[in-house]
């Protein structure tokens, strides 16, 4: 198994005989040199997307269309896209799980917003969410943009995931501090791996709330391009 970090939100995970592209944002991503495009998308076999934040959805349709993959979401979206957009979807909801081959895709809540921008003003695209990925003995928490909530007790209880990939940038998202409360308290990570961070300014900038408020964890950060030592 390979968890690369594409920057910002962005991975690429290479688990059974799945290439997963999570909310790969290329256009326009500073943490992504232009010259790695290729590289980062080669050989995937679905896009994932979590919500339609233009840092995570701008490359989406392009994307499905060029490399003739699915892009797997929430029902409503998908659908509206399959019709409208030609492209081909794997669309289900929170509580589901989709087979990818090998791999079991589980769709959990998160607390964020889910927004695109057109010419008559935000348009709403379905709803915010995170996912369980399980594959090879692991099972990877990806949390999507999203606050601490309430949710995450029961998802660390029934999806027992042993890696976490949080967004812990602030401003958007939990801050390293809040990350690392919700990790502690809701989950028994053996691996976390901070995302949404170091993009922007007002961004965090390290990890080093995460990896003190985690004693005892694997707290990773990750470099953009490098596979995360597993």
């Known amino acids: 198994m390979k968890i690369i970090w594409l920057g910002h939100g962005s991975f690429r995970i290479e688990i ?9 944002w ?13 590289e980062a998308v080669t050989g ?20 499905a269309r060029r490399l003739e993959v699915p892009v797997v979401g929430q029902y409503d979206l998908m659908g509206y896209w399959e ?8 669309g289900f909801n929170k509580g589901g ?20 921008s057109t010419e008559e003003g ?27 909530m309430a949710d995450m007790q029961w998802m660390g209880d029934y999806y027992r995931p042993d890696i976490g ?11 390293m501090k809040a990350a690392a409360y919700a990790a502690r308290k809701f989950f028994n990570f053996n691996i976390v791996i901070p995302c949404h961070y170091r993009t922007f300014p007002f961004l965090e900038q390290s990890a080093e709330k995460l990896v003190n408020g985690l ?10 391009m490098q596979a995360v030592p597993i």
């Open 16 to 24: 059974e005989n799945q290439v997963l592209l999570i909310d790969p």
């Open 26 to 38: 290329l256009t326009g991503n500073p943490a992504l040199p232009e010259d790695s495009h290729d």
């Open 44 to 63: 995937a076999t679905h896009l994932v997307l979590t919500h339609t934040h233009f840092d995570h959805v701008c490359d989406m349709l392009s994307l």
């Open 83 to 90: 019709e409208h957009e030609d492209i081909q979807t794997v």
């Open 97 to 116: 799980t989709v087979s990818l081959g090998d791999v079991a895709v589980s769709m959990v809540p998160a607390s964020h917003s889910s927004t695109f």
């Open 122 to 148: 935000l348009r709403t695209g379905g709803s915010e969410v995170g996912y369980m990925i399980r594959g090879e003995g692991h099972t990877i928490y990806v949390s999507g943009d999203t606050d601490i």
């Open 165 to 175: 990939i949080l967004s812990a940038g602030g401003h958007f998202t939990m801050d």
């Open 215 to 224: 004693p005892g964890v694997n707290v990773i950060e990750p470099e953009v």
